[in-house]
Structure formats: structure tokens, C-alpha cells
């Protein structure tokens, strides 16, 4: 059976006019011109409420990490919609970081998955793979200052190996006014029901 959280989709498997704004297998340049391929696994959201009713892990739900505004491109503003697989992984790191804090963690708008159509999507942004997300306040502290920004950071490269936290400021990779959090430029292909099946008679 498939365990995935929602319909496993692959890039063929996309519609036309979604693969050109999602741009599966395709590359991005990094800040410093590294190639850097974009997913090609996609879970399928088909609403506002099953993306709320969806938890990924015990303290964060699939719309947690999906809000977006008007400047996502339009096709990816309705439903149905798709998020890169590794989004699983992200949620997961998240909840590491939320059981170090043991208090709530709010995640901006805009502030997880962001298409590669995002209007804020500059360069290849680890946004768009699904595995970043900015954080705006931890229980009732709000992340504009330094000391807390630090605070926070160091938990969180503490609890979540290999993430990478932005440094605070205001210069380009840094931020502040509010937590950068993310592992990186993660493809996940997850085995779906016709993986498995093939598998075991291949075994």
C-alpha cells in the first residue's frame, strides 16, 4: 500500500500547463552558479481543508508549509496543487525543532514551498524544492531581533542534522525579521504501490 500522505505524482504524470510553471527535472542556478535540478515528485493537494486536515508530522499539518499570496504564479493559487515530496522531509526537521522548543511554530506566508513561478523565487531558492521554511514566531516570541533570531538558530542547527540556518541581517542570505530554515537542495522520490510491487518480484 502506499503510506504517502496524499497521491504520489510524477513529472509524466503532471498536466501540460503545470509542467511549465513547476518545470520538473529542470535546472535553477544557486547564488553562486551551481546547477541545481528541481523535483520531479509531487504530492497532489486537492483542497484548502484536506491540505488542513493532513498532519505530516504530530505538530505541523501540509498547510502549514503551503501558504502562499498573490504573487505564486496563478495556476498554483487553486486546487488541485502539487508540493514537491521532500516537503515530508522538511516537516520532519521541523519537528525536531519543535519538540526542542517545545512551543508552537509559526511559518510565514510564503514562508514554505514556493514554485519556481513565485514571484520571490529568485535564483534557485531552496524554497522551491519544498525543503525551507521561514519562521516568524516560536510560542509568543516574535523573530525580529538579533537575540532571539540567534536564539533560535542555534537550537535549531542543534536539533535538525545538516540544516542550514540563515545568519541574521540584512544582507542578501541573511534575514531579519525572521527564522531561515532548510536541508538543503533535497530530491525525494519516494517508492510508491508500483514500485513496490515491482520490487518484490524482482526480489
Same mark, same amino acid.
Given at each position: ?17 503545470? &509542467? ?5 527535472? #529542470?535546472?535553477? &542556478?544557486? /547564488? ?19 491540505? &488542513?486536515? $493532513?498532519?505530516? $508530522?504530530?505538530?505541523?499539518? %501540509? ?24 516537503? %515530508? ?41 519544498? $525543503? ?6 516560536? /510560542?509568543? $516570541? ?7 533570531? #540567534?536564539?533560535?538558530? =542555534?537550537?535549531?542547527?542543534? =536539533?535538525?542534522?545538516? =540544516? ?31 514500485? =513496490? ?7
Amino acid at each position: 500500500m502506499n503510506t504517502l500522505p496524499l497521491p504520489l505524482v510524477h513529472a509524466a504524470d503532471l498536466p501540460r500547463e503545470l &509542467r511549465s510553471v513547476l518545470r520538473p527535472g #529542470e535546472t535553477l &542556478r544557486d /547564488g553562486r552558479g551551481v546547477t541545481r535540478v528541481l523535483p520531479s515528485s509531487f504530492l497532489r493537494v486537492d483542497s484548502w481543508s484536506q491540505a &488542513r486536515e $493532513t498532519a505530516l $508530522t504530530p505538530h505541523f499539518t %501540509l498547510s502549514e508549509l503551503i501558504g502562499v499570496d498573490v504573487r505564486e504564479a496563478p495556476l498554483l493559487r487553486s486546487f488541485p496543487r502539487y508540493v514537491p515530496c521532500a516537503v %515530508l522531509l522538511l516537516a520532519a526537521g521541523l519537528e525536531l525543532f519543535r519538540l526542542a522548543v517545545d512551543t508552537y511554530v509559526y511559518v510565514a506566508a510564503n514562508g514554505g514551498y514556493r514554485s519556481p513561478g513565485h514571484a520571490l523565487s529568485r535564483n534557485a531558492s531552496r524554497h522551491c524544492w519544498g $525543503t525551507a521554511a521561514n519562521i516568524y514566531r516560536i /510560542g509568543d $516570541t516574535y523573530l525580529d531581533s538579533r537575540e532571539e533570531i #540567534e536564539k533560535y538558530a =542555534a537550537i535549531a542547527r542543534e =536539533a535538525i542534522p545538516g =540544516a542550514w540556518v540563515r545568519r541574521f541581517g540584512q544582507e542578501d542570505g541573511e534575514a531579519d525579521d525572521h527564522l531561515h530554515i532548510d536541508i538543503g537542495y533535497t530530491v525525494f522520490d519516494p517508492v510508491d504501490a508500483r514500485d =513496490a510491487d515491482t520490487s518484490r518480484e524482482a526480489g
